[in-house]
């Protein structure tokens, strides 16, 4: 799996658990990860 798989992966578990506090620490960790 490449980083970018990775990256997308994780968007889509952002995505499925939007409503989960857990999921925005998530965004936050994958945002600096992907950019």
Do not use: H, P, T
């Not at 989960?20 to 994958?30: G, I, P, Y």
């Amino acid at each position: 799996m490449n980083e970018e798989d990775f990256c997308l992966q994780k968007e889509r578990s952002i995505v499925n658990l939007k409503f989960d506090n857990l999921a925005d620490s998530f965004k936050k960790l994958a945002a600096y990860i992907c950019i």
